[in-house]
Nanobody, 115 residues
């Protein structure tokens, strides 16, 4: 089992920036991918950004050019730098780890973009 801890989140004004982090521990495997997903009430959870252990990244079209996903492999920590935030970015953001033994999710953290 993999444990994912996501501190951070919060309230930010439109146009502002915020960085999320997700620390992974437990039964980590060499081949894996970590990513961020988000969900708003009544909607399905959607992909925001994913980064593989190779370093390759994938972004949702709605966040390209504004969000940057990165990993500190030594610390097993995932980051999401969010710039130029918009009210429509408001959601609960979840960290996800996909390894050789399966999929694990973080508890989620609320991000609210509002003036």
């Amino acid at each position: 089992q993999v444990q994912l801890v996501e501190p951070g989140g919060g309230l930010v004004q439109p146009g502002g920036s915020l960085r999320l982090s997700c620390a992974a521990s437990g039964s980590l495997t060499g081949t894996n991918a970590m990513g961020w997903y988000r969900q708003t009430p009544g909607k399905q959870r959607e992909l925001v950004a994913v980064i593989a252990s190779t370093g390759s990244t994938t972004y949702a079209e709605s966040v390209k050019g504004r969000f940057t996903v990165s990993r500190d492999y030594a610390k097993n920590t995932l980051y999401l730098q969010m710039n130029s935030l918009k009210p429509e970015d408001t959601a609960v953001y979840y960290c996800r780890y996909v390894g050789e033994r399966g999929v694990n999710w973080g508890q989620g953290t609320q991000v609210t973009v509002s003036s």
